[in-house]
T-cell receptor, first 111, second 113 residues
C-alpha cells in the first residue's frame, strides 16, 4: 500500500475552514484516498473518500490534485467538536479491504 | 440498536491469563477487523476476516488468536496476556455495499498487570 505523509498537528479557529494536507506521491492508479478521524477515546470515524475527482459530503470536501500525489481535506466551518486526529489513507477498494493507519494530523480547533 | 459493539469496554487482567475480547456487528458485513492503538503508533491491524471461517494476519498478529464461526461475531483472544498487550483494541466491519468504509466499535481498553 502507498504511504502517506501528514503534518503532525494543526490549529484552526472555530468557524474558519480547516485545510488538512496529505502527500501520497507513490499512489497507484487504482488506489483511493480515504479520510478518517478519531475523536478522543472513540473509534475512528469515516469522513470521505475519492479516486481522482473532488468529492463533497455533509462532513467535508476532498480535493485531489490532478497528478493524485496529494490531497486536502477541507472542513468548511470548523467547530470545537472537530478537534480530533485526522488520518489520510490510500488503499485499493478490494476484497482484502485493509486500512493502514499512520500517525495522522492532530487538529485543534480553538474558540 | 444496529451497529458494532465491543465487550467488555474495560478489562484488567494479569500476565499469563487468557482473555477474550468480543466484537459483534448487526449489518451482516462480510469483513471484520481487529486493531490495536498505542501511543505513538496510531492504529495497527492485528487480524482481519473476509467471511466466516476465513481469517488472515495483519501487521501485528503475534500473541493473538481469532475465530469467525458466525458472520456477526469476531472474537479476539490473548492466549497468555503480556504487559506489552496493554492497549486499546478496536473492532471494525465493512462490506462492498458500504464502499469499503470501515465502521468502528467503541473500543476495549485492556490493561495487563
Amino acid at each position: 500500500d502507498a504511504k502517506t505523509t501528514q503534518p503532525p498537528s494543526m490549529d484552526c479557529a472555530e468557524g474558519r475552514a480547516a485545510n488538512l494536507p496529505c502527500n501520497h506521491s507513490t499512489i497507484s492508479g487504482n488506489e483511493y484516498v480515504y479520510w478518517y478521524r478519531q475523536i478522543h477515546s472513540q473509534g475512528p470515524q469515516y469522513i470521505i473518500h475519492g479516486l481522482k475527482n473532488n468529492e463533497t459530503n455533509e462532513m467535508a470536501s476532498l480535493i485531489i490534485t490532478e497528478d493524485r500525489k496529494s490531497s486536502t481535506l477541507i472542513l468548511p466551518h470548523a467547530t470545537l467538536r472537530d478537534t480530533a486526529v485526522y488520518y489520510c489513507i490510500v488503499r485499493v477498494a478490494r476484497n482484502t479491504d485493509k486500512l493502514i493507519f499512520g500517525t495522522g494530523t492532530r487538529l485543534q480547533v480553538f474558540p | 440498536d444496529a451497529g458494532i459493539t465491543q465487550s467488555p469496554r474495560y478489562k484488567i487482567t494479569e500476565t499469563g491469563r487468557q482473555v477474550t475480547l468480543m466484537c459483534h456487528q448487526t449489518w451482516s458485513h462480510s469483513y471484520m477487523f481487529w486493531y490495536r492503538q498505542d501511543l505513538g503508533h496510531g492504529l495497527r491491524l492485528i487480524y482481519y476476516s473476509a467471511a466466516a471461517d476465513i481469517t488472515d494476519k495483519g501487521e501485528v498478529p503475534d500473541g493473538y488468536v481469532v475465530s469467525r464461526s458466525k458472520t456477526e461475531n469476531f472474537p479476539l483472544t490473548l492466549e497468555s496476556a503480556t504487559r506489552s498487550q496493554t492497549s486499546v483494541y478496536f473492532c471494525a466491519s465493512s462490506d462492498r455495499d458500504s464502499s469499503y468504509e470501515q465502521y468502528f466499535g467503541p473500543g476495549t481498553r485492556l490493561t495487563v498487570t
